[in-house]
């Protein structure tokens, strides 16, 4: 069974010298990618590569870190191009405490706006929760009627317990690093019906290639190391979390 990374940024440059190559591997290797959006140009790209391959699948989003091109005209061309076939989620879209690019009441508008947009167009949402996990929470229970993924999640489980009605949660390369004791406990007390399984490729790249670039086929290491802390068999990972995302994300 061929596994799925939730949660990857292909459109970065530091893909530039061999992104065919890297997708060849992805449409082998895996069932398909979701292709994260995070400022205009990238969810430009995003749609433009989900449009060309059928294993990839994008989201559209103004990343709390990167919201200098938000403006009217932006969020109206977001809308427009959320309404795409090919576009399964709205994000990544959050609060970003640690990197504080813009006030957090500014973070938080443009949250409740994108957050707007998903409830109008009917979409999931991506979301992305640095050091800001409780104005998170109460924003997420501003929009009952939203659902979808909060990745990379960096929160609690007693967090997690408040959302996980609505919430899947994404688990990345972090897990296998040796000393993230809270990941791991957070992954052995989350049922496995609400986890999903992401990369964040080029970034958080699990052991045993820590330090190197990420990819969406190192996926494998998270899923083993989900099944060592759950006492599961790998099969089982695969098998639960690949139902997970595709309900996530409503895909067939
Ligand atoms: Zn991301």
Known sequence: MKLIDSHCHIDSDRYDDDREDLIKRIGEELEFVVNIGYDMSSSIESLELAKKYDFIYATVGFHPADLKGYNEETERQLEQMSGDERVVAI?????????MESPKEVQKEFFRRQMEIARRVGKPVVIHSREAMADTLEILDEYMDVAGIIHSYPGSYESAKKVMDRYYFGINGVLTFKNNV???EVVSKLPLEKIIIETDSPYLTPVPFRGKRNEPGYVKYVAQEIADIKGVSLEE???????NTKRAYKIR
């Open 182 to 184: 809270k990941t791991k």
């Open 91 to 99: 994000g990544e879209i959050g609060l970003d405490y640690h990197w």
């Open 237 to 243: 990972v695969v098998r639960v979390t690949n139902e």
